[in-house]
T-cell receptor, first 111, second 113 residues
Framework: QKEVEQNSGPLSVPEGAIASLNCTYS??????FFWYRQYSGKSPELIMF????GDKEDGRFTAQLNKASQYVSLLIRDSQPSDSATYLC???????????FGRGTSLIVHP | NAGVTQTPKFQVLKTGQSMTLQCAQD?????MYWYRQDPGMGLRLIYY???????DKGEVPNGYNVSRLNKREFSLRLESAAPSQTSVYFC????????????FGPGTRLLVL
């Protein structure tokens, strides 16, 4: 049984701070890692994906992958109230059509 | 380019009624998926279609059937709706293969009384 674990939160951070969202996974064969953002009442949308160990930056977002420790994280710098949403981690094994989603972490950025 | 579209947006059914949720994508994607999302349960895969002409069960297929009508369209049918099927249903598509992003439709909110 492949599992992806996320703290459900809510994680509350002040505007301008760094928000750190974490995700652990059980399948050592996982090769693709995704972060989706889901606003209340809306569908998930991709923020970023990462395949290789290390950091990947895109604007205010940085994804960090550590395959040895089986975790992937998302850092949001200069957090804004508009970043308030649920963040879903998804993990996919090589050759699989099916990603495994975590249950999501609720982020609240307060002014 | 509309991406992934779903109809209807919202539906109320009585127990025992049937309905079909429609999904279409215009991105020439090979793989399509149906998920349900319930509070505290995350996204759970109902069925998927890796390519045109194939369908496979996901984590929670009981009470549902699917049809991959062509490369663009993937429908989900509830033959006899139950209150436990009250949920938000999302269709998604990808180009298939490793490391591909899923693109989600706007969702269908279903209430079964």
């Amino acid at each position: 049984q492949k599992e992806v674990e996320q703290n459900s939160g809510p994680l509350s951070v002040p505007e301008g701070a760094i928000a750190s969202l974490n995700c652990t996974y059980s399948d050592r064969g996982s090769q693709s890692f995704f972060w989706y953002r889901q606003y209340s009442g809306k569908s998930p949308e991709l923020i970023m994906f990462i395949y290789s160990n290390g950091d990947k930056e895109d604007g205010r977002f940085t994804a960090q992958l550590n395959k040895a420790s089986q975790y992937v994280s998302l850092l949001i710098r200069d957090s804004q109230p508009s970043d308030s949403a649920t963040y879903l981690c998804a993990v996919k094994s090589g050759g699989s059509y099916i990603p495994t989603f975590g249950r999501g972490t609720s982020l609240i950025v307060h002014p | 380019n509309a991406g992934v579209t779903q109809t209807p947006k919202f539906q109320v059914l009585k127990t025992g009624q049937s309905m079909t949720l429609q999904c279409a994508q215009d991105m020439n994607h090979n793989s399509m998926y149906w998920y349900r999302q319930d509070p505290g349960m995350g996204l759970r895969l109902i069925y998927y279609s890796a390519s045109e002409g194939t369908t496979d069960k996901g984590e929670v297929p009981n009470g549902y059937n699917v049809s991959r009508l062509n490369k663009r369209e993937f429908s989900l049918r509830l033959e006899s709706a139950a209150p436990s099927q009250t949920s938000v249903y999302f269709c998604a598509s990808t180009t298939g293969g490793d490391g591909e992003t899923q693109y989600f439709g706007p969702g269908t909110r279903l209430l079964v009384l």
